[in-house]
Structures are given as structure tokens and as C-alpha cells.
T-cell receptor, first 109, second 114 residues
């Protein structure tokens, strides 16, 4: 079946360093969404990408959708403590969202 | 306030008991979903409903049942047939079931089987 692989599972960074998470699909996606889940919380929608090669920015966050619409990435510049949480991609397959396993962003003390 | 509510926040159950998790939304959304999240993992779809009185199985429906008698409500029953029910359960809704909808999540119910 359709799968979305997300890597890495965890990323430890010093505050101020950059963070990147990647998603790869086995099939072409009609769109991809990104969500953030704070520790103990629920997923909150961040953004949706629809077009091939699309790039969108939200302050320090940059989202990309690959040309073949099979991969996507989220890059955070100069991480802050408020960025802590797990970031999920979710690709739209044939009928429903297919979720990646998430990347947990951990800020080193 | 508009939103999705789930109750209870924490639930403890003895083995062999059925338990029902509540999910209510006042967003006037047509579609509702139930997901299961296990530690360190993504979300897995249990059931979804795109309209009242209709619902479909997701990827892990075995041992679960749902109903959609009202637009606002989509309760999930975890039956004794579910082999490993301890998990975090998330309910979500979207305007419709279309491919560009975003999903809005409730705060979740953490179920522990003792």
C-alpha cells in the first residue's frame, strides 16, 4: 500500500542550529500537509503544498514539495525552544491522508 | 468557542471491558476521523466518516466500532476484541472529505488497559 517515510526519527540540536525533516512517498501525492505536535498535545496544521516544486515560507520555517510530488521537506532556521515538538508530514493518497512517523525536534540543554 | 472536544482525557479500563470515547465538534464539519497514536509513531487511521449515517474502515479498524448518528458526534468504542488497546486516541474533523481539506484535532484521550 501507499506509504510515507519520514526521517530522521529524532534530531537533537543546540538552540540556534538548523533542523530539517524529510518525507518520501512510494507514490505520487496529490498534496502534502505538515503538522506540529507539541509534547502531550495534539497535531496542529502548519501548511499545505499542492504544486510540483512548490516552496512556502512561514517566518523561520521553509517547506518544499518535490518536482515529482513524491517528497517534501521542512527546514527550520535558527531553532528556538518554542520549536520543540514532533513534526509530521501527511500526504494525500487515493482517498485519505497517509501519515509519516514524525520527526521529534529536541533542543539540547 | 468553536472546536473539537474529546472526553475523557485519561481513561483506564480493565481487560475484557468495552469502552467508548467521545468526540464532539461544533465546526459544522461533514467529515470526522479517529486515529490511534502509539509512542514514537505516527497516526494510524481507525475509522472515518464523510457524512451522517455513513462511515468507512481505516487501516486498523479491527477491534473498534463507531457510529455517526449526528453530524456533531463520532463516538469510538474500543471493544474487548482489540488486542492491544493502550494508546493515545485522536479525533479529527474536516470541512468535507476532499483531498485539500486540513484536519482539526481534538485534545485526545489517553487509554490505558490495566
Amino acid at each position: 500500500g501507499q506509504q510515507v517515510m519520514q526521517i530522521p526519527q529524532y534530531q537533537h540540536v543546540q538552540e540556534g542550529e538548523d533542523f530539517t525533516t524529510y518525507c518520501n512517498s512510494s507514490t505520487t501525492l496529490s498534496n502534502i500537509q505538515w503538522y506540529k505536535q507539541r509534547p502531550g498535545g495534539h497535531p496542529v496544521f502548519l501548511i499545505q503544498l499542492v504544486k510540483s516544486g512548490e516552496v512556502k515560507k512561514q517566518k523561520r520555517l521553509t517547506f518544499q514539495f518535490g518536482e515529482a510530488k513524491k517528497n517534501s521537506s521542512l527546514h527550520i532556521t535558527a531553532t528556538q525552544t518554542t520549536d520543540v515538538g514532533t513534526y509530521f508530514c501527511a500526504g494525500r493518497g487515493n482517498y485519505q491522508l497517509i501519515w509519516g512517523a514524525g520527526t521529534k525536534l529536541i533542543i539540547k540543554p | 468557542d468553536g472546536g473539537i472536544t474529546q472526553s475523557p482525557k485519561y481513561l483506564f479500563r480493565k481487560e475484557g471491558q468495552n469502552v467508548t470515547l467521545s468526540c464532539e465538534q461544533n465546526l459544522n464539519h461533514d467529515a470526522m476521523y479517529w486515529y490511534r497514536q502509539d509512542p514514537g509513531q505516527g497516526l494510524r487511521l481507525i475509522y472515518y466518516s464523510q457524512i451522517v449515517n455513513d462511515f468507512q474502515k481505516g487501516d486498523i479498524a479491527e477491534g473498534y466500532s463507531v457510529s455517526r448518528e449526528k453530524k456533531e458526534s463520532f463516538p469510538l468504542t474500543v471493544t474487548s476484541a482489540q488486542k492491544n488497546p493502550t494508546a493515545f486516541y485522536l479525533c479529527a474533523s474536516s470541512i468535507s472529505g476532499s483531498t485539500t481539506d486540513t484536519q482539526y484535532f481534538g485534545p485526545g484521550t489517553r487509554l490505558t488497559v490495566l
